[in-house]
């Protein structure tokens, strides 16, 4: 089965930093991109990014650009998703995803089941 | 970015309507969109893929259709399971954008 299973919820103060992972199973880890969506509270999806774990190539939305960083490690089949300094602002449900298709971006048919963060 | 505008934002139906959702890109996007589904508390849910391709194990009263820049997501016969919200989301060019979503009420 395919699965991706995210890190469990973070409380933190403004400043500090974060990093929060996706486990990916039963697939090919390298040859799928895993996308990080963000949704406020009470709000809509946003797309963060990208990342590819075959090379690390990695696809920032400009609207996230400069704000997170994301990485993976092959050898564990986990992508990270990482703040240095948090905001208030930062509070949020983060989902990561991944397409239908190997090194494609099509259809996210596999997401996690979330990671709340939540800065104050 | 292209810019996703869905309509309507909500929208309150009875079980066994039929509803309709329209999506427009503000550039030309082929057939690169999705349509999800998320219900509360969930993560969303693939629906369609490639404007009108059901994913597998979808019902088939969820139907999509539209090409270019513009888009429409059909619920057949609604049932009191579809509550939830539904995103559409291009896919033709980076970043990837989404719609702001459709609640639906029964």
């Known amino acids: 089965e395919v699965r991706l299973v995210q890190s469990g919820a973070e409380v933190k103060k403004p400043g500090e930093s974060l990093k929060i992972s996706c486990e990916a199973s039963?697939?090919?880890?390298?040859?799928?991109?895993i996308a990080w969506v963000r949704q406020m509270p009470g709000q809509g999806l946003e797309w963060m990014g990208l990342?590819?774990?075959?090379?690390?190539?990695?696809r920032y939305s400009p609207s996230f650009q400069g704000q997170v960083t994301l990485s993976a490690d092959k050898s564990t089949s986990t992508a990270y998703l990482q703040w240095s300094s948090l905001k208030a602002s930062d509070t949020a449900m983060y989902y990561c995803a991944r397409p239908q298709s190997p090194a494609g971006t099509d259809g996210f048919n596999v997401w996690g089941q979330g990671t709340v963060v939540t800065v104050s | 970015d292209n810019q996703m505008t869905q309509s309507p934002s909500s929208l309150s139906a009875s079980v066994g309507d039929s509803v309709t959702i329209t999506c427009q890109a503000s550039?030309?996007?082929?057939?690169?969109l999705n349509w999800y589904q998320q219900k509360p508390g969930k993560a969303p849910q693939l629906l369609i893929f490639e404007a009108s391709n059901l994913e597998a194990g979808v019902p088939s009263r969820f139907s999509g259709s539209g090409s270019g820049t513009d888009f429409t997501f059909t619920i057949s016969s609604l049932q009191p399971e579809d509550v939830a919200t539904y995103y559409c989301?291009?896919?033709?060019?980076?970043?990837?954008?989404f719609g702001q979503g459709t609640r639906l009420e029964i």
């Open positions: 550039q030309d996007i082929s057939n690169f």
């Open positions: 989301q291009q896919y033709e060019n980076l970043p990837l954008t």
């Open positions: 990342i590819y774990p075959g090379d690390s190539d990695t």
């Open positions: 039963g697939y090919s880890f390298s040859n799928y991109w």
